[in-house]
């Protein structure tokens, strides 16, 4: 059966992490079995040092991109065959724009906030023995930071991050109008993409004032609670 590694449940949502969670939900929206391998230690299994990465009749495939093109080709492609190449087209855009844009924001949001910060790190470091868990904490902390700044984003104000979020939300909600899935009534890899980052703003026990950005665009919101119940719910 394929192994996914994570790091493990964030509140309702399976992983606080969009990547392993787009993962997560892509498996289940492709109908293929599997089973999660929880823990920060993953992170010194992993092939690339990140996560998630998925184990499968012994081989290793690391990054969220490559773990879905691996399924497609291994298992076939249940989800997105019926696209047209504009379809496809789209799809791609909208995946990196969330893989490369908005996910910095919400890596921001979540670590640059001195208010949210305690509860941040009890809820990632909390299972860690008391002596280490601020020497770690901090570290993890400034070398986030440090990436911010590296890739560009941690520069802006909190304003401009809004603003930058807001284009970004306001293009998928424009896009999604009053469909239950971006290309219809049928989830494709776009949904499970754009549920991965969604719900860590809009599901997520971490609230901060870019998580309330993301509530306002009510379609968004509901697309997150129906992939919650088609996916994750016993009643799905
Ligand atoms: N491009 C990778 C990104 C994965 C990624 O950035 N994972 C983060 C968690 S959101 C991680 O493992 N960070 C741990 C670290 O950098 O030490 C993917 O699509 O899977």
């Known amino acids: 059966m ?6 493990g449940q964030f509140g309702e949502l399976p992983d ?9 939900v892509y498996l289940r929206m492709a109908g293929l079995e599997f089973e999660t391998l929880s823990g920060f230690d993953n992170l010194k299994k992993a092939p690339k040092g990140k996560l998630p990465f998925i184990e499968d009749g012994g081989k290793l495939v690391a990054d969220s991109s490559f773990i879905i093109a691996y399924l497609k080709e291994r298992y076939g492609d249940p989800l997105d065959s019926q696209l047209s190449i504009e379809q496809r087209a789209t799809a791609h855009a909208f995946i990196k724009m969330l893989d490369e844009n908005l ?24 299972n860690l023995p008391f002596i280490l868990k601020d020497v770690v904490a901090k570290k993890v902390r400034r070398d986030v930071i440090n990436s911010l700044h590296g890739q560009g984003l941690g520069r802006h104000s909190e304003q401009e991050i809004k603003q930058i979020m807001a284009a970004d939300l306001k293009a998928m909600s424009d896009y999604l109008g009053d469909k239950s899935f971006f290309f219809g ?15 860590e703003l809009i599901l997520a026990p971490l609230q901060s004032s870019l998580t ?24 799905g």
């Open 16 to 24: 606080p992490s969009p990547f392993c969670l787009k993962v997560d």
């Open 212 to 235: 309330q950005v993301a509530k306002g665009y009510p379609n968004l919101v509901s697309f997150c609670h129906r992939i919650q119940r088609i996916y994750y719910s016993a009643e």
């Open 185 to 199: 009534d049928k989830a494709t890899t776009v949904d499970a993409v754009a549920y991965g980052f969604l719900a």
């Open 103 to 126: 996910y910095w924001c919400l890596v921001w949001a979540r670590w640059k906030s001195d208010k949210i910060w305690p509860q941040l790190k009890e809820s990632f470091f909390g």
């Open 2 to 7: 394929i192994k996914l590694y994570n790091f």
